[in-house]
């Protein structure tokens, strides 16, 4: 009996919970995701023009209700706030700021150096014709991060300062950054940032960082900017997770991190369910059945199981970010909904994943009702 009446009222609550999100109400009947973290960390997500020109109120009442944080997906990256050198746009990433605002979320910067998405003039020759050189390249950048952390001052709690400067075995990346002025380019972009804005927080922002060699280089690099006095606040775990990440060394790296007496967040989460190719055809797979359903099978629908799978898996991921909570500011997912997500393009273009909270159909998951119950259950258990 107990069981059933147990039953009923998850059932009835899920159905809540579920209609609330169809029907994009404000309505506050059941717990949402920032509130139930709100002690712990902030729940964010990255958003960008797409999502404020999309007119469906119930999208903006999702990201409204659920996230107390945004981050621009795209539009604060090197390739968009300054097109041209000492030209800058801050049109995408001024439109999320005020939409931020106008909602009470927080917003945080990414990002200001990265070798991706960075405009071709960072690296060639001056106006007049004279190559790129150590020097120049570093006026470049002090004047890129003085240019956009004094812009957005005030405006966004902290920076992604460099991301992605680490292989996977542990070595610096080969980056153009890299090949001009060595390993340099990491504190001075550091110490830039923080002349142009001293009270934002400052990340080394990484993917992988599971993996033990990728870990201890950033244990490295946090020691190597601490021993200089510079600033760093956290480190962004980016969390591109799958089905099949390990769990215990990605749980190993929050700790070795937080050990250096930095901060800790998942910055751009998500949980890919489709297998990753290994070596692929020089094929476009849309027109091959067979890589169709070996790499894309999920087109019509995630199976129960994979979804049940999917759930255990983001069930246990809260739960470390639950146990590290002393140390996790933010835990921010790449994207609102699957709909969105930059994985339905990557590594292979125009698959269907499944790799957020929410569906195509901004509906939550059902694990989503397990996650909130479950950091429920310990918040009890602790009292
Ligand atoms: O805006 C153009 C559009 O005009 C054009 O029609 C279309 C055709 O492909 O491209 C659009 O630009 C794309 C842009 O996303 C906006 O959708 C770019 O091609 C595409 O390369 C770009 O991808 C972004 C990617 O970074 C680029 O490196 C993804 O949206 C973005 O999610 C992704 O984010 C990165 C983080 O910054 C760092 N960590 C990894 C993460 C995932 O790759």
Known sequence: MHHLLSFLALFFFGLTCRAVTIAGSDDDSCSTLKETFADDFL??????YG????????????????????????????????????????AGGDAVVDYAQRNGQVVTGHCLVWHS???????????????????????????????VCSHYRGKVKGWDVVNEAIEGDGSWRKSEYYRILGDEFIPLAFQFAHEADPDAELYYNDYGLDSPRKREAVVRLIRSLK???????AVG?????????????????????AAEGVNVMATELDVSVLPWPGEMPNADISTSFEYQERYNPYRDGLPEDVLAQQGDFYRRLFAIYRRHAAAITRVTFWGVHDGTSWLNNFPIRGRTNYSLLFGRNLLRKPFVEDIIRDAADASKAQK
Request: hydrophobic share 35%; charged share 25%; glycine share 6%.
């Open 51 to 90: 999502e404020l020109r999309d007119t469906t109120s119930a999208l903006h009442q999702l990201i409204r209700r659920e996230f107390s944080a945004l981050v621009c997906e795209n539009s604060m990256k090197a390739d968009h706030t300054e097109p041209q050198e000492g030209r800058f746009n801050f």
């Open 117 to 147: 998405q960075c405009p071709a003039w960072m690296f060639g020759p001056d106006s007049t014709g004279h190559p790129v050189d150590r020097e120049l390249l570093i006026r470049r950048m002090r004047n890129h991060i003085y240019g």
């Open 227 to 233: 021993a200089r006095g510079l600033r760093i606040d």
């Open 43 to 48: 729940v964010g997500a990255a958003i960008d």
């Open 237 to 257: 775990m980016q969390s591109h997770l799958s089905l099949w990440t390990n769990l215990d060394e990605y749980e190993r790296s929050i700790e070795a991190f």
